[in-house]
């Protein structure tokens, strides 16, 4: 498996973690997942070397991709759908996209949300 089906495979695995299981904070949550043979073997010899366990060796793989993904636009824009979409709480968009632009966001979306109402009160008259 070469880095950048590794890194699908993991970006796979954190949007799971942090988008359906609500994973935030300081807190630590006990996963079950599979991985390639060969993505293991690599993990445990980076662990062996680095003298580290496996779980350390994932969780700064996972911790080096998120960062670098997170400060994409596109993945920003993704994350406000999610939250636009209500499959993400304002929370989750806060850590993601900061605290100003949430608020924004959510601004928006109460407007929105209003808009879509008003929208149904008249088509209803």
Do not use: C
Request: no cysteine; proline share 1%; net charge negative.
């Amino acid at each position: 498996m070469n880095w950048m089906a590794a890194s699908a495979y993991l970006y796979k695995f954190a949007h799971t973690m942090y988008v359906q299981e609500g994973v935030f904070g300081m807190g630590t949550k006990r996963v079950n997942f599979r991985l390639p043979d060969e993505l293991v073997e690599k993990a445990d010899i980076a662990a062996k070397i680095s003298h580290k366990n496996r779980t350390e060796i994932i969780k700064e793989a996972l911790q080096e991709y998120l960062q670098a993904v997170e400060d994409s636009e596109e993945f920003k824009e993704a994350v406000v759908e999610l939250y636009l979409d209500d499959q993400i709480g304002f929370d989750i968009l806060k850590e993601f996209i900061g605290r100003q632009d949430a608020e924004s966001v959510r601004a928006s979306k109460t407007i929105l949300d209003q808009g879509d109402e008003l929208a149904d009160e008249l088509a209803e008259l």
